[in-house]
T-cell receptor, first 109, second 114 residues
Framework: ELKVEQNPLFLSMQEGKNYTIYCNYS?????LYWYRQDPGKSLESLFV?????AVKQEGRLMASLDTKARLSTLHITAAVHDLSATYFC?????????FGAGTTVTVRA | KAGVTQTPRYLIKTRGQQVTLSCSPI?????VSWYQQTPGQGLQFLFE???????NKGNFPGRFSGRQFSNSRSEMNVSTLELGDSALYLC?????????????FGNGTRLTVT
């Protein structure tokens, strides 16, 4: 059974500091996705990582994929309040997304 | 371009009843998938349809079913509702089945079973 593990599950960030969310998965997958969900809202796609070594950046967020280690990281640079949300990673070895439990991020002043 | 539209947004049903949820994908998208989101189990895959054919199914009982129409619109049905079926049901569409492009999610239908 495919397992997707995120850590930490809860992250309290201080504005201006850097943080990393980790996503480990248990089976081979060349595709990994990061999504953001605001409270009461739907999921918004952040990144699609399609190959080993892929790195994508958007604003203060940068995601990378190491398929050999079965690990993806979501790095947050200089956290700001707008980044408060729940972040999910997901993999799809069989064309059906399996999600991690999510990392709930709160940014405090 | 209109996004993924799910109706209704909220639904309250009683145990034992059945319910049908609707999803209209982004124009041109042929793959539609459904997910259940609960605080306890997180996001779980229900099924995926492509060109009116169910291509994948998650580990849910047979009470959960779905279909896709020729215009790519999709419905999911849950029969004999149980309290544990209370959840946010999310529909997502993509251009093709294969997921090299991300899924685009609708706002969901929040189902409450009493």
């Amino acid at each position: 059974e495919l397992k997707v593990e995120q850590n930490p599950l809860f992250l309290s960030m201080q504005e201006g500091k850097n943080y990393t969310i980790y996503c480990n998965y248990s089976t081979t997958s060349d595709r990994l996705y990061w999504y953001r969900q605001d409270p009461g809202k739907s999921l918004e796609s952040l990144f699609v990582l399609l190959s080993n070594g892929a790195v994508k950046q958007e604003g203060r967020l940068m995601a990378s994929l190491d398929t050999k280690a079965r690990l993806s990281t979501l790095h947050i640079t200089a956290a700001v309040h707008d980044l408060s949300a729940t972040y999910f990673c997901a993999v799809d070895p069989n064309y059906k997304l399996s999600f991690g439990a999510g990392t709930t991020v709160t940014v405090r002043a | 371009k209109a996004g993924v539209t799910q109706t209704p947004r909220y639904l309250i049903k009683t145990r034992g009843q059945q319910v049908t949820l609707s999803c209209s994908p982004i124009s041109g998208h042929r793959s539609v998938s459904w997910y259940q989101q609960t605080p306890g189990q997180g996001l779980q895959f229900l099924f995926e349809y492509f060109s009116e054919t169910q291509r994948n199914k998650g580990n849910f009982p047979g009470r959960f079913s779905g279909r896709q129409f020729s215009n790519s619109r999709s419905e999911m049905n849950v029969s004999t509702l149980e309290l544990g079926d209370s959840a946010l049901y999310l529909c997502a569409s993509s251009l093709v089945s294969g997921l090299n492009s991300p899924l685009h999610f609708g706002n969901g239908t929040r189902l409450t079973v009493t």
